[in-house]
């Protein structure tokens, strides 16, 4: 792999190659004289910032050989002829940490991570480059996810430089789902599949063939809160599968992290002989939680409530509700739009917006800026119902009270939303934002 005496490392134009032109050229020895062919890519995981080029695969007498990248002279040449007049002829097996790029990549599905979509490489990129110390290096640096007929890139025309309608788009916005768990483990705990949203991850979920899954959960499962975000998002039939899979107590982990009422969902869908036993491995709060949700009606909203909200004694000041607003550090987000108003009998008295708490002098009483009749319903109202009345006032969460106007439970819009959409809504096509692939080739 040798390059032009003399030329400065910073102005050497960097070579590409197509790994489908790569594949079954033939390698020779250092006298010309046919070795084998080309099988397959090595590549190391993870790279720096890209997966380097460690060598080949290559088919000599029937048997599958180790040809390190040292031992190439030029790398995208019509044929590889090794620097070294020996080849050694062990049989080729794979390290923890190496990927092979046609047995583990080509053809096979990668997580588009900026689009959160799953695509299939037709194709791989490699690029010739050089580290700061001047050592040319080649590294795995586009993927192609357009397949076309072969006919047809004949008919375009291969000149190895773009010219055949391919688009090779930056490997660093791709997960590649090799399978391969020595080197899925050294890509770093959650790899590139941590800049997405717990939903997103569902969605890759839900198209996921059953290997797929287990791979996409096993990077997730890393980050136990994200794991329990993820679950909390996963279409019903999905969630009661791939939490069957699992031990007691693995389970008893996710649902231990998810909001009560998701869990509660989740474990009435578990088979009845099993609830019982991963009741008594959550913690006891949480115990107390789901026991209570699952004793309500799924279609009312005691069945639709949070029982996590936040309430103040009526005395309090807006400086103390932002505070406690603030400090409520475990509370879902959503649950924090509103800060509720009790009396000593824990009697709702009154509900303030966040935002009408920001726009009222710090000093002013809670009651003063709250609503003191607030919209309400009891746990046995139906779900229908609460969406009419959330719609109607306009309201992002709604109070949940029993008969002596205890508060019991909130009810948030994204609670409310995932009961009436149409239950095939997962598996619609995820609308894009505007900008998704704005600056991206395609």
């Not at 460690?54 to 002279?73: C, D, N």
């Not at 799924?298 to 639709?304: E, H, I």
Request: net charge negative; with cysteine; glycine share 8%.
């Amino acid at each position: 792999m040798a390059t032009a005496p003399g030329t400065p490392a910073a102005t050497r134009p960097g070579r590409t190659i197509h790994l489908s032109d790569l594949l079954k050229r033939p390698i020779t020895d250092s006298r010309g004289e046919s070795l084998g062919r080309v099988e397959d890519v090595v590549v190391s995981f993870p790279g720096s910032p890209l997966p380097v080029v460690k060598g080949l695969v290559a088919k000599v007498g029937g048997r599958e050989v180790f040809v390190p990248v040292e031992q190439t002279g030029v790398f995208d040449g019509e044929e590889l002829k090794l620097t070294s007049p020996t080849l050694d002829l062990r049989r080729f097996e794979r390290r923890d940490g190496e990927v092979l790029l046609r047995r583990d990549v080509l053809g096979h599905r990668l997580i588009d991570v900026p689009s959160a979509h799953l695509t299939r490489a037709a194709d791989l990129e490699l690029r010739q480059q050089w580290t700061p110390g001047g050592r040319e290096e080649w590294v795995l640096a586009g993927v192609d996810t357009h397949r076309r007929p072969g006919w047809l890139r004949r008919l375009i025309g291969r000149d190895g430089g773009g010219q055949d309608g391919r688009a090779f788009r930056d490997w660093s916005r791709f997960e590649p789902l090799i399978g391969h768990a020595g080197s899925a483990g050294l890509r770093g705990p959650l790899a590139r599949v941590r800049r997405l949203k717990p939903a997103q991850i569902a969605d890759l979920l839900e198209d996921a063939s059953k290997a797929e899954e287990h791979e996409i959960l096993g990077h997730v499962h890393a980050d136990p809160e994200l794991e329990a975000d993820v679950f909390e998002e996963l279409d019903e039939d999905q969630a009661r599968r791939l939490l069957a899979e699992r031990s007691d107590a693995e389970i008893a982990e996710v649902l231990a992290r998810m909001r009560a009422d998701d869990a509660a969902d989740a474990l009435a869908e578990l088979p009845q002989h099993r609830r019982q036993a991963v009741l008594d491995l959550l913690p006891a709060g949480q115990r107390t939680k789901v026991l209570t949700l699952m004793g309500f009606n799924p279609a009312s909203a005691g069945g639709l409530m949070g029982v996590d909200f936040l309430t103040l004694p009526e005395e309090a000041s807006v400086a103390d509700a932002l505070a406690a607003v603030g400090q409520a550090g475990s509370l879902q987000p959503e649950a924090l739009t509103s800060v509720h108003a009790v009396d000593a009998s824990r009697r709702l008295c009154g509900v303030a917006t966040v935002v009408r708490l920001l726009q009222a002098d710090r000093g002013t009483p809670l009651l003063d800026v709250s609503d003191q009749d607030p919209v309400r319903v009891g746990a046995d109202t139906d779900v229908v119902d609460v969406a009419v009345l959330m719609s109607d006032y306009n309201l992002i969460t709604v109070p949940v009270v029993d008969e002596d106007r205890r508060m019991i439970g909130l009810i948030t819009v994204d609670d409310v939303l995932e009961a009436t959409l149409p239950e095939d809504w997962r598996r619609r096509e995820t609308a894009q934002p505007p900008d998704a692939h704005r600056g991206t080739p395609q």
